[in-house]
């Protein structure tokens, strides 16, 4: 498994705004896909946006036009911008990647611990 690394969650107002930062840890071969999950307190994880090698960008219906996910410089940071926040952006969120970290390795699929976004006044 490779490490992932999130950070940036916090407490926010509504109508503020978080950035978070999924850091993929080594030296990685091939990233095929990065993506952003939330799960709110009894309810099933989901796909909130999601970035491929190519540059291709996913975002659940809930969030579009208010987040945004990009790769930093580095490409083994990705980033998810979270404006006008809702209290239902309340979860606890997710990093997950899909790679390979060399060529004569498997593809992996690591998910990071998360990070709590807490959308309250």
């Known amino acids: 498994q490779v490490p992932l690394v999130e950070s940036g969650g916090g407490l926010v107002q509504p109508g503020g705004s978080l950035t978070l930062s999924c850091l993929i840890s080594?030296?990685?071969?091939?990233?095929?896909?990065v993506g952003w999950y939330r799960q709110a307190p009894g309810k099933q994880r989901e796909l909130v946006a999601q970035i491929t090698s190519g540059g291709s960008t996913d975002y659940a219906d809930s969030v579009k036009g208010r987040f945004t996910i990009s790769r930093g410089d580095t490409k083994n940071t990705v980033y998810l911008q979270m404006i006008s926040l809702k209290p239902e952006d309340t979860a606890a969120y997710f990093c997950n990647a899909r790679g390979r970290r060399a060529m004569t390795e498997p593809d992996f699929d690591s998910w990071g611990q998360g990070t709590q976004v807490t959308v309250s006044s």
């Open positions: 080594g030296s990685i071969f091939r990233i095929y896909a």
